[in-house]
């Protein structure tokens, strides 16, 4: 949690992360649905209760353990940043059974279900949300790079609207002059992620996208200052 609580001081305007399910459905703030690259533990997420997941430890993060999403979501409650949330699927790339309402009710029960945005690869998963009719928030559809090449601009804006997206985060690569307005045309706001360095925060700037998300808020709150 430290590293939210220090984002929590940033004048960002949202926060991203990703919720996975634990063994027991209780869902939980970490990246990976496998344990191996950020803890000292191994195995999939889902193969842990919450109690086991409270004794495995975060590299890098001075003994914390992995922490719920209502423990993150608290953070935020008296700051004016949104959260960007994105629910992720298993190592396999299958949906955790119900982890969409489970995060609206973490979400409402906190008292930040109209303070935040959804995200997710899995258009299903959107259209699962769009679907609860609990949400009126913004729901993303995350382009991965593969899927943009594969079926090309046109039929990613048009899953993205056929399953409830009212915008679509594309891999700052993909971007160019042309796909932003393209985007807008279709009714779709157009975000990038995958930032990394000065350059493609910078690129993305000069384009003018609605929103992106970057490893190094410090820095591209610094960049956005300039432009």
Do not use: N
Request: proline share 5%; with cysteine.
């Amino acid at each position: 949690l430290m590293a939210f609580r220090a984002t929590a001081k940033l004048a960002v305007d949202q926060v991203e992360f990703d919720v996975q399910l634990s063994a027991d459905g209780e869902c939980v703030v970490i990246h990976d649905p496998m344990l191996d690259r950020t803890t000292d533990a191994r195995g999939p997420v889902r193969g842990r209760t919450l109690a086991q997941l409270r004794t495995i430890r975060l590299r890098g993060a001075h003994g914390e353990c992995v922490p719920t999403l209502a423990e993150v979501v608290r953070i935020y409650r008296d700051t004016p940043i949104l959260l960007r949330v994105e629910i992720k699927a298993d190592a396999e790339r299958i949906h955790y059974p119900g982890i969409g309402p489970k995060v609206l009710d973490v979400l409402e029960q906190e008292g930040m279900l109209g303070r935040a945005a959804i995200t997710s690869f899995q258009a299903p998963m959107v259209a699962t949300i769009r679907d609860t009719k609990r949400f009126s928030g913004a729901l993303i559809w995350l382009c991965a790079p593969q899927v943009w090449h594969d079926i090309g601009m046109d039929a990613v804006f048009a899953t993205a609207l056929s399953c409830g997206a009212s915008g679509v985060g594309i891999h700052h690569s993909l971007l160019d002059a042309t796909v932003l307005p393209a985007a807008r045309a279709a009714g779709l706001s157009p975000g990038a992620w995958g930032l990394k360095d000065e350059e493609d925060i910078r690129c993305v700037l000069d384009l003018g996208v609605d929103i992106f998300t970057s490893d190094d808020p410090v820095m591209a709150l610094q960049f956005r200052g300039q432009v």
